[in-house]
């Protein structure tokens, strides 16, 4: 049910513009309910899943393409690296995902798959640095998310 919720807002995103990335990267926080709720596998189907229905389905593909390359399958990094024991390694291995993720959509944009996405006119490196931040960011952010679900809803029932 969640992976179709996660399409909704996908869908969403592909016609509100200015709601690309945020409604994207908003469902990919529903999988993290899932990896709680139901396990690594069925996370990993819901991502699939609705990667391919959204990637069939919408008329703009960028939020799709955002969250197959990189919302959609974080929280399931997420879940393994924060199992690791090592601070450092753990966030060796969610900046390593991250900027392998980047890569990636860097590619796509570049190749005009990613339309509706425009590289700001600035340089690489700098571009980079700030997306890292912007990541670590959100990755605190959704370690507070998850910490709200696990003590105000999956510890009351």
Known sequence: MLAGVQV???????????GR????????????????????????????????????LLPQKAPAILFAAFFGWYPLVKSLAERLKNRVSEWAVKLLAFNAALALCWLLLSRGFLTGLELPAIWPSVLILGL???????????TGLIGIYRQKIKNKR
């Open 132 to 142: 890292e931040l912007v990541f670590i960011a959100f990755d605190i952010a959704f």
């Open 8 to 18: 909704v807002l996908l869908l969403l995103g592909s016609v509100l513009p200015s």
């Open 21 to 56: 990335v945020a409604l994207a990267a908003l469902a990919g926080v529903l999988g993290a309910g899932i990896v709680l709720e139901c396990g690594m596998s069925w996370a990993a189907l819901a991502w699939v899943a609705a990667s391919l229905l959204s990637l069939l």
